[in-house]
């Protein structure tokens, strides 16, 4: 079987203004200017499969949402090919646009003072859905999500978790061979994002969608994607499964814990305690980082607390950029 | 320091202004093309009237009056109006409202940047264009001193109207509807757009008793007469003030009754 | 897959017109006060237009009828612009806050896309105000009512809003290049209101740049001269539909390039 996406050593540069600084660089600035050439996107190749829910990862302006933004077609590489279901994208960009479905971020591309099923509805004319594919969507959407009290709701009114679920909804609309996400779950609360990934989860299952995922949650990595890409500074660092990447990484957790007293003088005293691992503190917390294939944090913690009275303690798996940092910095075989 | 941080205000505004450039070249140059279409359209107006004085204004009276009108519009204008009301329904206003410094003077004094630049970049230049082209018709006296008194005086007018049309943003969403009839009402009873002296009197007269005039009207009569009355001027002078001061007090007035809508209902 | 047909682009155009109207319901206030401040900025221009003639019986040969005849075409030929490209004055905001982008996901033309979202209803307002002086003048002028008249009017109030239209999209589409296009935008849409004096009263140089560069001449001028002054039609008249669809079509390109241009640097 054919990728569904195919990108061959895709470059893109763009063109960028040096602002000088201050009053004085304004007045300057207004009689000459000074560009310089920016890579956001350098050398990148992959290929995806139909069905794949690909997690697409790295830091703010590593080249993320360039990527995204040339294989719906909106910017064209300056170097290399893409091919979306056998064709450029930025040829046509409206036949691309037939064929794929974009949340973008918190911008909700819902008609904003309509009810929902109104923006459905149009979407259902400008998509060309016929009647039978219509119904039958709405069919699964019923039996997916609790839909009933959104439909009638203008987007305006709905929170930001309901907005974005009518978002996803929406790009899945039509049955599109390929949908982009990007963050999907951010800024919602728990339960909100738990639903969210369900939904994301049950639609690739029935529809066979091939799903590329954006975000910074760790979270929406572990529970919907298989394999995962990285980039940063517009260069490819890995492209695998994510078990793989685990194996690297999966094992460090981040275990924070406040006590009264000097933070500082204490986090230095823990250090000295276990030296195997590494302690920061700020003024809210002491971080220790902990590679539990060394000791379980559990145990790290009751020797904590054998020596020293903890306030608060909270553990945090270890965040997509402290696992891109980590591969920038030491590389993956 | 009080002052210091409003000038912080105003350089961060000319930084900021200054970053168009494009945009300062097409302001300049749109401008010019405006003052053009003006003087054609009143050069054949006096032409079909046949006579030289018209309403005691001739061609070059009408013609420097309206392009400073102009200038002075250019450059006064500053859009408070949708400014407050889309931090009104944005809900920034809570955050601008946390500021140290009360929101009136924190707005006036963000623009007070763009005063600066459009000083230079637009009314500057046409006065200099004006002076130079019509050879002498502007007095070159007190009367400068004058204008720049009443045009200070003038700029708080108008900002105070722009505010008190904001806050009525906080009673309905309307920025455009609202917006619209302030500077359509504004334009034409100030007589920005054709001088008063065309009015006919009984119009005329009632516009006067309106705080409008002393917007475009009252600068520009000062400037333009060369040979002043002392009477006169201090009449004209003493008008703006008391509208000067009657107006912030009602758009003080007004935003401080209006703000206990946004503490009550949470924006 | 079948290409979207002018067919296609009509029905979609319906249905959000229809979905638009309905959710306008929803802001009775903001639509009532819209179109009073429509009536009201209506209004002054009668009034100034009064008092001017009040002064000036005749502008360059062109009497009161005449002229009141140039103001409603263009009020007439204005509407379109008002009702169907408003969203261009949001344009800006799109782009600057980057929500441009959620345009550039749907398979049909971005340009139709975006401005198929926002219906101004409140245009309908001025086309009233156009037609009820359009018709006022044309009695007084006996210009008579044959279907020929009636034709040629529907085909050259067609040209004058493609016209404006054009001109509208592209001072919009500034934006895409820099950033306070706002001035850009506000200074085309100050131009128009001097679109309903004739051409003639400007200088040679003026009469070729209001006619190809800025192209006010066409949105009142010229194609009504083809009903005005039937016997002293400009080849240029007859030329003005063909010349305003290639304007339209520049600007569409221009709108279109600017749009693909942006996303490039867009974050």
Excluded at chain 2, 148 to 158: D, E, L, Q, R, T
Excluded at chain 3, 165 to 176: D, K, L, Y
Aim: hydrophobic fraction near 45%; aromatic fraction near 14%.
């Amino acid at each position: 079987m054919p990728a569904i996406i195919e990108i061959k050593d895709v470059t893109k540069e763009f063109k960028v203004l040096n602002r000088r600084e201050g009053l004085k660089g304004s007045i300057k600035d207004l009689f000459s200017r000074d560009y310089k050439t920016v890579r956001a996107v350098d050398s990148i190749s992959m290929s995806i499969e139909q069905g794949e829910i690909v997690g697409y990862l790295g830091p703010n302006g590593a080249g993320k949402s360039t990527t995204i933004k040339m294989m719906t077609g909106v910017l064209e590489p300056t170097e290399g090919q893409i091919l979306v279901d056998g064709a450029a994208p930025y040829k046509n960009r409206e036949r691309n646009a037939q064929k794929i479905g974009v949340v973008f971020g918190q911008r909700s591309q819902l008609w904003w003072a309509l009810p929902l099923i109104e923006s459905f509805r149009l979407l259902k004319d400008i998509y060309r859905i016929s009647d039978e594919q219509y119904d039958g969507m709405m069919k699964l959407y019923g039996s997916l999500v609790d839909i009933e009290p959104l439909l009638h709701k203008p987007v305006r009114q709905m929170s930001l978790g309901q907005r974005t679920l009518s978002d996803i909804l929406a790009a899945f609309l039509h049955d599109p061979k390929i949908v982009f996400l990007d963050e999907p779950t951010i800024g919602l609360d728990v339960s909100m994002k738990a639903k969210i990934r369900t939904l994301i989860h049950a639609l690739n299952k029935e529809k066979n969608t091939t799903v590329i995922l954006t975000t910074h949650d760790m979270g929406d990595v572990d529970a919907l994607c298989r394999r995962i890409v990285i980039i940063d500074k517009g260069k490819m660092l890995y492209d695998n499964d994510i078990e793989h990447l685990k194996g690297f990484f999966g094992s460090y957790r981040t275990l924070k814990i406040r006590i009264d007293g000097d933070m500082k003088e204490i986090a230095e005293s823990i250090q000295k305690e276990l030296p195997d691992f590494s302690v920061s503190a700020d003024d809210e917390w002491i971080s220790v980082l902990v590679d539990e294939e060394k000791a379980k944090v559990i145990d790290v913690l009751g020797r904590l607390q054998s020596s020293c009275k903890i306030k608060d303690m909270q553990l945090e798996e270890i965040s997509t950029e402290e696992v891109i940092k980590k591969i920038y910095e030491e590389g993956v075989s | 320091m009080k002052l210091k941080r409003y000038l912080a205000l105003t350089r961060a505004g000319i930084i900021e202004a200054l970053q168009f450039r494009l945009g300062s070249f097409v302001i300049v140059v749109g401008n010019l093309l405006y003052l053009i279409v003006v003087y054609f359209l009143w050069k054949a107006i006096y032409a079909s009237a046949g006579t030289k004085v018209v309403n005691g204004m001739t061609f070059s009276d009408t013609l420097i009056y309206l392009v400073l009108a102009t200038a002075l519009f250019n450059f006064m204008e500053m859009y408070a109006v949708w400014e407050i009301g889309r931090a009104i329904q944005s809900g920034k206003i809570v955050l601008d409202l946390l500021k140290p410094m009360k929101y009136r003077t924190y707005l006036f004094w963000s623009y007070s940047g763009s005063f600066v630049t459009n000083f230079f970049m637009t009314f500057l230049p046409t006065f200099i264009v004006v002076t130079a082209v019509t050879h002498g018709a502007v007095h070159l006296g007190l009367n400068l001193l004058c204008f720049v008194i009443s045009v200070v005086m003038a700029i708080i007018i108008n900002y105070s109207i722009d505010f008190i049309v904001g806050t009525i943003c906080l009673y309905t969403e309307s920025i455009w509807g609202i917006n619209i009839m302030k500077q359509v009402i504004v334009l034409l009873l100030s007589g920005a757009t054709i001088p008063l002296a065309f009015f006919p009197d009984g119009f005329r007269r009632a516009v006067e008793c309106l705080p409008f005039q002393s917007i475009y009207n009252a600068p520009l009569s000062i400037l333009l007469d060369a040979d002043p009355e002392p009477k006169k001027l201090v009449t004209t002078l003493g008008i703006q003030l008391i509208w000067c001061v009657v107006m912030t007090v009602i758009s003080k007035l007004f935003w401080k009754a209006s703000l206990r809508r946004i503490t009550v209902n949470g924006g | 897959m079948k290409r979207n047909g002018l067919g296609f682009y009509l029905r979609i155009y319906g249905k959000i017109l229809a979905q638009d109207l309905k959710s306008k319901m929803s802001y009775r206030a903001d639509f009532i006060i819209s179109t009073i401040g429509m009536i009201f900025t209506n209004i002054s221009g009668f009034v100034s237009f009064w008092i001017l003639f009040r002064s000036f019986p005749s502008i360059n040969g062109w009497g009161y009828y005449e002229m009141l005849f140039l103001y409603g075409f263009s009020l007439v030929a204005l509407t379109p612009v008002q009702c169907l490209f408003d969203n261009n004055w949001s344009l800006r905001q799109y782009v600057y806050s980057g929500d441009f982008i959620k345009y550039c996901f749907r398979p049909i033309n971005l340009f139709f896309y975006y401005q198929s979202e926002v219906f101004d209803i409140k245009g309908l307002g001025q086309l009233a105000f156009g037609l009820g002086t359009l018709i006022y003048s044309w009695t007084k002028i006996g210009l008579g009512f044959t279907p020929l008249i009636l034709l040629k009017m529907t085909v050259f109030l067609i040209t004058a809003s493609l016209v404006m239209a054009a001109m509208q999209n592209a001072a919009a589409a500034t934006c895409f290049w820099i950033q306070n296009s706002f001035y850009i935008l506000d200074l085309v849409t100050r131009f128009k209101d001097y679109a309903k004096y004739p051409i003639t009263i400007f200088s040679p140089v003026f009469r070729f740049i209001f006619t190809f560069f800025l192209p006010i001449a066409f949105i009142a001028y010229y194609p009504s001269l083809v009903v005005l002054r039937p016997d002293e039609v400009p080849l240029l008249s007859w030329l003005s539909p063909l010349i305003a669809v290639v304007f339209f079509w520049l600007s569409y390109k221009l709108w279109m390039r600017g749009a693909m241009k942006y996303n490039g640097t867009g974050s």
